[in-house]
């Protein structure tokens, strides 16, 4: 029951604000409720802030006792989730895929169903010696996908 409360007010915290979304909820067995968030233009501390006080402020503490932490999907998280990869379109993307092949590319599209990426690689001339330069692009579904993370650069 206590879950089922908490879930209820989440999902009324985060239909007031739709550019958030929940990435992952626990409750374990001593009331302790983590919830991890992320949003179409990133998340600051406020944005958790909204979310913690919708839920806390709507449960009775002489009824439950809970703790309760909110965060937001770090930058080395890994994309779980539709709308992450539509607004990492345009960054670099780490890919490993179910049958271990890895990709690494910029994100160009990602649609209901697999996402596209582009990378240039070197590779020998088809006449001659030397090497030239061509464009790559794999479009990988998401069902294929085992592990996808934004590439950080410094």
Not at 58 to 67: A, C, H, P, Q, V
Not at 79 to 88: D, E, G, M, P, S
């Amino acid at each position: 029951m206590f879950e089922k409360k908490v879930r209820e007010l989440l999902e009324q915290s985060l239909a007031e604000r739709e550019d958030l979304f929940l990435i992952d909820f626990s409750v374990s067995n001593n009331n302790a409720i983590n919830i991890v968030i992320d949003g179409d233009h990133g998340v600051v501390v406020d944005d958790c802030v909204f979310i913690s006080r919708g839920i806390e402020h709507n449960l009775d503490r002489e009824e439950f006792d809970f703790s309760l932490e909110v965060a937001s999907a770090g930058a080395a998280t890994p994309l779980t989730h539709l709308r992450q990869y539509k607004k990492n379109i345009g960054r670099t993307l780490e890919v490993k895929t179910k049958d271990q092949k890895k990709y690494e590319g910029q994100l160009v599209d990602a649609d209901e169903k697999a996402i596209t990426l582009n990378w240039k690689t070197r590779e020998p001339k088809p006449v001659g010696k030397g090497k030239v330069t061509v464009s790559k692009e794999a479009k990988l579904d998401y069902e294929t996908i085992e592990k996808a993370k934004v590439k950080i650069k410094f």
